[in-house]
């Protein structure tokens, strides 16, 4: 009976729909799985056998993509639960550790997938250097990969702001000051003063929306947090995949 | 059905062994090896992928058992943290402040190593070496990277461990509670000691570490024009000056840390405008 019963959901037109192929028991409809999956598809079908060998990637750039992954999806989750609100931000995060149900989990989890993540997109890459893969005709490649470093870091740097603590406060303080020195765009920057820039129309008074942190750094960073450079990040992943499958693999894949 | 599949000339069949083949100008994709040493990726790359993914998140749960998220008190302008850490990964930026001016350690130099960074695939001419680790037959290249980045986790380490209140330098053992009198080191700018040394005006001085200033980059490019002429000839002249400028910059950022914690020198170059 639970044969007729698979066989009837197997056969039915919703899931011959939903999956263009059988199980992938046989070679065939293993290929098939492959490549009629959206998410699947970014492997090739067949790979050598030496490819299964661990000791040439060691799974870096897969992993990198994972804590991505875990950090959109414990991101959305804690965007739930958080106002972007110097009044509000501080207490959303108290409420995330002593109130709300696996909120500690889900911020230490985000926390130190960050953490890793930067780590692991700098093992990655000197993973790359090391076996040569930025050579032609991977060069572009390898530029796209160091568009995502500078974009991990300055993901980490935006979220550092969002729980309004001291450590949040004065990292970005520090850090946003930094960009006040800039050369000619700078108000303390070689030549920024000599050029007009002044504390309320340069660089950092850009990036901070004020001249010091506060409500309007907070929803700056909110955003590009949460919304922009995540969208970078996922375009620029996509042509990085794409290009790994049409440039060829670089070791014994 | 039946009908559908009598029109094909080979016949579809979930016993025969199915792959995608590409017409390729010079090499398949698989050239060197039988077409029969390959697996499905179904499920032998993707079982790997998945343990993989397993074990990350198996690691991160053991993690934060013992390690949570730091939360620090309400944010609050008017008391400054002493010392201020940045977060780890941008500790050997905010410890080369010590060494540089925050318009170079801040933002100039950071740009430069990304820049460095994503030129080095251009300027990198030797064939050799792709798809396999090797350290002999890209000894250079290596070492750039090494060089580079054991600068970056070095000035790490000192950031996390060896600095104190005001930024100041403390080892494990010192008395991390008091803060250190800043009157014990004197900082002084190069041209001072050279107007000192040989008893000249302050325009000498300047002159002499001008000289040394410009003289480390054109010396430093013109010998191994010389010395090391067929890695010259691989890369032509441009390709070769825009790397000896970032390989220059690199060995000058570890030179300064050397001359400001051996000798406590301030600046090596001081200019009206900006100064090293």
């Not at chain 1, 109130?99 to 926390?111: E, K």
């Not at chain 1, 300055?154 to 520090?174: H, K, N």
């Not at chain 2, 998220?69 to 500790?91: G, K």
């Not at chain 2, 790397?243 to 170059?269: E, H």
Request: proline share 6%.
């Amino acid at each position: 009976m639970l044969q007729k019963l698979k066989s009837g959901i197997v056969e039915s037109q919703i899931f011959k729909s939903i999956f263009r192929h059988g199980y992938p028991d046989n070679d065939l409809d293993r290929a098939y799985a492959v490549f009629t999956n959206v998410f699947l598809h970014i492997h090739p079908v067949k790979v050598r056998r030496s490819a299964l060998r661990m000791r040439y990637t060691f799974c870096l750039g897969g992993i990198t993509l994972f804590l991505f992954i875990i950090l959109t999806l414990t991101g959305i989750w804690l965007m739930f639960y958080y106002t972007p609100y110097t009044g509000l931000a501080y207490r959303n995060i108290k409420d995330l550790q002593f109130v709300i149900f696996g909120g500690n989990l889900m911020r230490d989890l985000h926390r130190f997938a960050a953490h890793g993540m930067v780590l692991f997109v700098w093992l990655h890459m000197t993973r790359v250097f090391l076996t040569g893969a930025y050579k032609a005709p991977r060069e572009f490649n390898w530029v796209v990969g160091v568009v995502l470093l500078v974009n991990t870091l300055i993901l980490s740097w935006t979220g550092y702001l969002l729980p309004w603590d001291q450590l949040a406060y004065w990292a970005v303080t520090v850090g946003a000051k930094m960009a006040s020195y800039t050369p000619f765009i700078g108000q303390n920057g070689p030549w920024g003063p000599q050029l007009g820039f002044l504390p309320t129309n340069d660089i950092m008074f850009m990036l901070l929306g004020g001249t010091v942190v506060g409500q309007n750094a907070l929803i700056r960073f909110y955003v590009l947090h949460c919304v922009v450079l995540p969208l970078v990040v996922t375009v620029f992943l996509a042509v990085h995949f794409w290009r790994i499958r049409k440039d060829g693999f670089s070791g014994p894949l | 059905m039946d009908e559908k599949v009598t029109r094909e000339i080979f016949p579809r069949d979930s016993r025969k062994s199915y792959g995608l083949v590409e017409l390729m100008k010079k090499s398949a994709p698989i050239i060197r090896k039988e077409p029969e040493d390959t697996v499905n990726v179904w499920p032998n790359l993707l079982m790997i992928e998945f343990i993989c993914a397993i074990l990350v998140t198996v690691g991160l749960m053991v993690l934060i058992q013992f390690e949570h998220a730091p939360l620090r008190s309400l944010a609050d302008p008017s008391t400054t943290p002493n010392p201020m850490r940045a977060p780890w990964y941008f500790l050997g930026l905010q410890e080369l402040l010590v060494y540089f001016d925050p318009w170079y350690a801040g933002v100039v130099l950071p740009g430069m190593i990304i820049l460095g960074l994503m030129l080095f695939p251009y300027l990198d001419t030797n064939p050799k070496g792709v798809g396999y680790y090797t350290y002999t037959e890209r000894k250079f290249a290596v070492f750039n990277y090494a060089f580079g980045f054991s600068l970056w986790w070095v000035t790490i380490v000192i950031g996390t461990y060896l600095r104190g209140l005001d930024w100041q330098w403390y080892w494990p053992w010192s008395n991390h509670l008091e803060h250190m009198n800043p009157a014990l080191v004197t900082l002084i700018p190069l041209h001072i000691i050279f107007m000192n040394w040989f008893h000249v005006s302050e325009g000498v001085g300047k002159l002499i570490t001008d000289i040394l200033f410009v003289g480390y980059f054109a010396v430093w490019t013109i010998i191994p024009m010389i010395v090391w002429k067929p890695m010259y000839k691989a890369m032509g002249l441009w390709r070769y000056l825009t790397f000896m400028f970032f390989f220059l910059s690199m060995m000058g950022v570890a030179l300064k840390i050397v001359f400001r914690l051996l000798f406590n020198i301030k600046y090596v170059l001081v200019t009206p405008w900006i100064n090293f």
